[in-house]
T-cell receptor
Framework: GQQVMQIPQYQHVQEGEDFTTYCNSS?????IQWYKQRPGGHPVFLIQ?????EVKKQKRLTFQFGEAKKNSSLHITATQTTDVGTYFC???????????FGAGTRLFVKA | GAGVSQTPSNKVTEKGKYVELRCDPI?????LYWYRQSLGQGPEFLIY????????DSGLPNDRFFAVRPEGSVSTLKIQRTERGDSAVYLC??????????????FGPGTRLTVL
């Protein structure tokens, strides 16, 4: 089963509101990646975080990796209708290649 | 260049039949992953190839599932004696495979498998 928990499962926002999704692992992760999947599409890579406490920004998107490397978050400022989709976190443990995906947070944006 | 391609895009089969799903990775990508994704879930890891070898097959659910990558490029996922529970979208992803695997994965469009 999934070992990376992601909340919330769904989020409905009004365009212009902020949005945050959280990812939690029971064990330390060597890295965390974030992907976006549009309805009917396939996952598309957004960012990778590797260092403890790392923060990266992409325009309106801010990604954080926790100090203990067990949790991560994605924050979108002032959502737009183009942000609609499902956001997945994906992590790896130790030196392995197995990538474990969270169940995703589906974002709905109302214009 | 072209992205990751997968064929067929849809496959409908009957319970008990054998199926093969094909993945053409991005040219030059040495790392290749297979996942399956059920509705409302994240991709579930099946197997990882580095070159021709399966470096991690710990996600294959049972011995009915097998994957090959004989020449280090195209990969085929093979499912024997299909069951209704195998119905899902099977995704393939490739990456450059450098830096210990810390590379973005490029996903294909997937094959939607339906077992009747």
């Amino acid at each position: 089963g999934q070992q990376v928990m992601q909340i919330p499962q769904y989020q409905h926002v009004q365009e212009g509101e902020d949005f945050t999704t959280y990812c939690n692992s029971s064990t330390t992760l060597s890295n965390i990646q974030w992907y976006k999947q549009r309805p009917g599409g396939h996952p598309v890579f957004l960012i990778q975080l590797v260092k403890s406490g790392e923060v990266k920004k992409q325009k309106r998107l801010t990604f954080q990796f926790g100090e203990a490397k067990k949790n991560s978050s994605l924050h979108i400022t002032a959502t737009q209708t183009t942000d609609v989709g499902t956001y997945f976190c994906a992590g790896r443990k130790g030196g392995g290649f197995k990538t474990i995906f969270g169940a995703g947070t589906r974002l709905f944006v109302k214009a | 260049g072209a992205g990751v391609s997968q064929t067929p895009s849809n496959k409908v089969t009957e319970k008990g039949k054998y199926v093969e799903l094909r993945c053409d990775p991005i040219s030059g990508h040495t790392a290749l992953y297979w996942y399956r994704q059920s509705l409302g879930q994240g991709p579930e890891f099946l197997i990882y190839f580095q070159g021709t070898g399966a470096a991690d097959d710990s996600g294959l659910p049972n011995d009915r599932f097998f994957a090959v990558r004989p020449e280090g490029s195209v990969s085929t996922l093979k499912i024997q004696r299909t069951e209704r529970g195998d119905s899902a979208v099977y995704l393939c992803a490739s990456s450059e495979g450098l830096a210990g695997g810390y590379n973005e994965q490029f996903f294909g469009p997937g094959t939607r498998l339906t077992v009747l």
